[in-house]
Nanobody, 121 residues
């Protein structure tokens, strides 16, 4: 069983910064993709960023140049550094992973509980 726990969400003024963390635990054999996804009331979920085990990263156009996703290479932890925050970044941020467990060849997606980020004056 895999559990993902996010932390770091807070209330911040426009232009401020936050760093979100995600810690994965459980019977993980490997993680191929680590993601950050956000959801605001009345809005569709948006894939903010992901990092592949190869190191390849990708970002939503709305956060390019402002957010950076990274991961620990020796542990099941990844981060989202959020700079130059805007009110439209306000959302619940979820971490997600595509991972193998119990030495299975099949990959499954796992989700954290979410952490609230509010950007407001």
């Amino acid at each position: 069983q895999v559990q993902l726990v996010e932390s770091g969400g807070d209330l911040v003024q426009p232009g401020g910064s936050l760093r979100l963390s995600c810690a994965a635990s459980g019977t993980i054999s490997s993680i191929s993709i680590m993601r950050w996804v956000r959801e605001a009331p009345g809005k569709q979920r948006e894939l903010v960023a992901f990092v592949h085990r190869s190191g390849f990263t990708n970002y939503a156009d709305s956060v390019k140049g402002r957010f950076t996703i990274s991961r620990d290479t020796t542990g099941n932890t990844w981060y989202l550094q959020m700079n130059s925050l805007k009110p439209e970044d306000t959302a619940v941020y979820y971490c997600s992973a595509r991972a193998k467990v119990d030495y299975s060849a099949r990959e499954s997606d796992y989700w954290g509980q979410g952490t609230q980020v509010t950007v407001s004056s």
